[in-house]
Structures are given as structure tokens and as C-alpha cells.
């Protein structure tokens, strides 16, 4: 990905998104030919010139200082997952580059027994790119069997926008897909340099209209909790919060944890999800191969 590009663009979507009465600006004279904010109402909420402004906007980022981008931040109104975005790809001199992820990851032997322990909930560890690392039996059973797939099919973006499945598993798919691009884009300016990241982000195009629509939006997102809602094929519908936790000493591993809200109607659904997945009954789960799609 070209780091002045993906400058460019982030900053042209953020300003289209901004009214001048949103902003707090009065409207400059004249036929406005783009929505949102022109440059010169960005600069001028930022304090810099326009030509400053706009040569950041156009990707020439060099030397730019920390000041000038949260005041960009600032008048863009980013909220706190697009102000981080936007430093990751400025780059400013008071940061350091970091290295493209190399080696495998890793799930530590406890952290599978904690995946275990968490039997009467689905739960997952997720990685780098949202590659699904371990999973325990409800989550194979809400989502997919993820430790059938080819290792490189194990991840969740794949999931969401490349099995059929998942349009029907998922109530409001099209929420779920845009949150899921956001995260990538969040990802994405992190690690700009990483090949894996690079190749997915390819598939996904190549494969999915609907990825490269929400790509195009340039949403970031960091979300550590939420609430999903599932049309399950084999048990109906059920709502399941969820938590996104940080493994201590694993930089970017995950583990998410879905619940129900206690005594709820989804909390049925979800422990009869769990009594047909026990060993006497899996054999009677339906059909969840993944389906591609062209």
C-alpha cells in the first residue's frame, strides 16, 4: 500500500464527512463541487496554510510534526481509533517505524485451557490480519470450524466476506462487515509493510465487491466490546456480546469471548447450541463447509 495514497484518501473521505455547520465554519462563497469541508476550511480550523494542508493531504508527510497533525485531528473531528490511524500513516519524526510482523504466532499452552475452561461460551484467539489462531467447540459451532480450514483460510475477514455462510449467519451482515474493514484499516496502516496483510487485502478485492466498496470508505475502527446478533441455521436467532481481550506478553493476540445476557432468551439458544454440540450430537450438525464465493 502507498503510504501517500492511503494519506490522501483518508483525509479526502475525512473531510467529505464534515459539514462547514458541523465544523463550526462559515461556508465559503460559491458553487461547492465536493461534499464536506475544503481544504481551506480544514486548514483554517487546523491554524496551518492551505498550501501546508494540502501538501499533507497529497501525502508529503515528511517532517511533519506531531502538533500540526493533532491539530488536523482536531478539526477533522477524528475520534480516537482515526486520530491513531492518521499518525500511523503521517509517520511523524517522534515515531518510530515499526517492523513488519515476520514470525508465526504462537498460542501458549495455557491459553488453549483457558479457550476449555470457557465451555458453556464461544471463544476465540484471534491474531495478526483477525487469522484465527484457536477456537473452542461453541465457537466451531456459531461460526465455522475453523480447524478444518487450510491455515491460511483461518480468519475471520475471509469468513465474513468470502463464505455464503456468513450472510445468513450474521442478522446485520452488512454492520458486521463494515466493522470487520474498519479493523483492517486500523491494522493496515500499522503495518503497511506486511505481505500477508498485502495478500489478503488482494483476495478480498479481488473476490468480494462488497470489500473493495467498504475499503474504499477508509473507516478505522478499535472496538474491545459489542453485541452481535446471529441467525443460527441449526438453533435460530440469539444476540451474544462480546469482549476483546489482550493476552499478556502476546503483542496482537486476542482473545474474544462471547456472552449472553443471563437468563435471556439468547442464553437458552446458546445452551441448546451447546447440548447439540456434544459429542453425542455432532454428528447431526448440519452442513458447514465454507462456500466461496466469485
Request: proline residues 10%; negative net charge; hydrophobic residues 35%.
Given at each position: 500500500m502507498e503510504p501517500s495514497i492511503e494519506i490522501r484518501e483518508f483525509l479526502q473521505t475525512r473531510?467529505?464527512?464534515?459539514?462547514?455547520?458541523?465544523?463550526?465554519?462559515?461556508?465559503?462563497?460559491?458553487?461547492?463541487?465536493?461534499?464536506g469541508l475544503r481544504r481551506a476550511e480544514v486548514a483554517q480550523l487546523a491554524g496551518v496554510s492551505v498550501d501546508y494542508y494540502t501538501r499533507l493531504e497529497r501525502g508529503r508527510a515528511q517532517g511533519v510534526s506531531e502538533a500540526v497533525l493533532d491539530a488536523v485531528a482536531r478539526a477533522l473531528q477524528l475520534d480516537d481509533a482515526e486520530r491513531a490511524h492518521l499518525f500511523d500513516l503521517a509517520k511523524p519524526t517522534a515515531r518510530t517505524r515499526r517492523r513488519p510482523p515476520s514470525s508465526p504466532q504462537r498460542v501458549r499452552p495455557v491459553v488453549y485451557r483457558l479457550l476449555e475452561t470457557l465451555e458453556h461460551f464461544p471463544a476465540m484467539v484471534q491474531g495478526r490480519r483477525m487469522d484465527v489462531l484457536a477456537v473452542n467447540r461453541l465457537a466451531r459451532a456459531l461460526y465455522t470450524d475453523f480447524d478444518a480450514l487450510p491455515h491460511r483460510e483461518r480468519n475471520m475477514a475471509r469468513f465474513v466476506f468470502l463464505d455464503e455462510a456468513a450472510r445468513e449467519l450474521f442478522a446485520d451482515w452488512e454492520g458486521t462487515a463494515g466493522d470487520t474493514v474498519a479493523w483492517l484499516r486500523l491494522y493496515a496502516g500499522r503495518h503497511r509493510d506486511d505481505?500477508?496483510?498485502?495478500?489478503?487485502?488482494?483476495?478480498?478485492?479481488?473476490?468480494?465487491?462488497?470489500?473493495?466498496?467498504?475499503?474504499?470508505?477508509?473507516?478505522?475502527?478499535?472496538?474491545?466490546?459489542?453485541?452481535?446478533?446471529?441467525?443460527?441455521?441449526?438453533?435460530?436467532?440469539?444476540?451474544?456480546?462480546?469482549?476483546?481481550?489482550?493476552?499478556?506478553?502476546?503483542?496482537?493476540?486476542?482473545?474474544?469471548?462471547?456472552?449472553?445476557?443471563?437468563?435471556?432468551?439468547?442464553?437458552?439458544?446458546?445452551?441448546?447450541?451447546?447440548?447439540?454440540?456434544?459429542?453425542?450430537?455432532?454428528?447431526?450438525?448440519?452442513?458447514?463447509?465454507?462456500?466461496?464465493?466469485?
Open positions: 473531510r467529505a464527512r464534515l459539514t462547514p455547520e458541523q465544523a463550526g465554519v462559515a461556508p465559503h462563497g460559491g458553487t461547492r463541487r465536493v461534499p505481505p500477508k496483510l498485502a495478500e489478503l487485502i488482494g483476495e478480498l478485492s479481488l473476490h468480494s465487491p462488497d470489500f473493495r466498496r467498504l475499503w474504499a470508505d477508509h473507516n478505522v475502527l478499535a472496538h474491545s466490546t459489542g453485541t452481535n446478533r446471529y441467525h443460527h441455521p441449526l438453533v435460530g436467532d440469539l444476540a451474544l456480546e462480546f469482549e476483546v481481550l489482550q493476552v499478556v506478553d502476546e503483542p496482537e493476540q486476542y482473545l474474544v469471548v462471547y456472552t449472553p445476557e443471563p437468563a435471556s432468551p439468547s442464553a437458552e439458544t446458546l445452551a441448546l447450541l451447546g447440548s447439540w454440540t456434544g459429542t453425542a450430537a455432532t454428528a447431526e450438525l448440519p452442513d458447514r463447509e465454507p462456500r466461496r464465493t466469485g
